[in-house]
């Protein structure tokens, strides 16, 4: 069984990819290397890595990214790299992490991380793309919908007070 790969890409394709990557995760703060690979990774798109220091951590774009980028019933590339920024946000944000560790089994991790990716977009689509996979999230998990709701709020309002 032969493995699907993304189709190749000139010199100049895969240069404006790795640019822009690189110039959407510097907007919104990712610190550490940023790489883009033109293969798949059944990820869905985007990865964060944690490492021993910030500047060791890694951001990895992949080409189903760009993939997704392009259909516009799906997310961008600019609200993966913001959902990714938000798992370092978790990591590394020493206010962040401690609220993490005291409430993390209250929600998912995932839930955290695009409810920070929403707060470092502009209003929009992008943002409410995230916000909606936030809910989803928790909807999944088994909350209602008005569950869901009130704790995307608290949770927002939380969040925005402690960054």
Do not use: C, W
Request: net charge neutral; hydrophobic share 45%; charged share 25%.
């Amino acid at each position: 069984m032969s493995e699907r790969t993304p189709p190749p890409l000139s010199p100049a394709e895969l240069r404006a990819r790795r640019s822009r990557v690189a110039r959407v995760a510097k907007r919104l703060g990712f610190v550490g290397r940023v790489e883009y690979r033109h293969v798949y990774s059944r990820s869905g798109g985007a990865q964060y890595g944690l490492a021993r220091a910030p500047a060791e951590d890694l951001l990895t774009v992949y080409a189903e990214a760009f993939e997704r980028d392009a259909d516009p019933e799906d997310f961008s590339l600019e609200a993966m790299i913001a959902h990714e920024r938000g798992h370092q946000l978790l990591a590394r944000h020493p206010r962040l992490a401690k609220f993490v560790l005291a409430r993390l089994s209250e929600v998912s991790e995932e839930v955290v991380a695009s409810l920070l990716g929403a707060i470092l977009l502009p209003a929009g689509a992008d943002q409410r793309d995230l916000l909606g996979k936030a809910t989803f999230e928790l909807l999944l998990g088994g909350r209602s919908a008005e569950a869901a709701r009130q704790l995307i709020e608290q949770l927002l309002n939380l969040l925005e007070a402690l960054l």
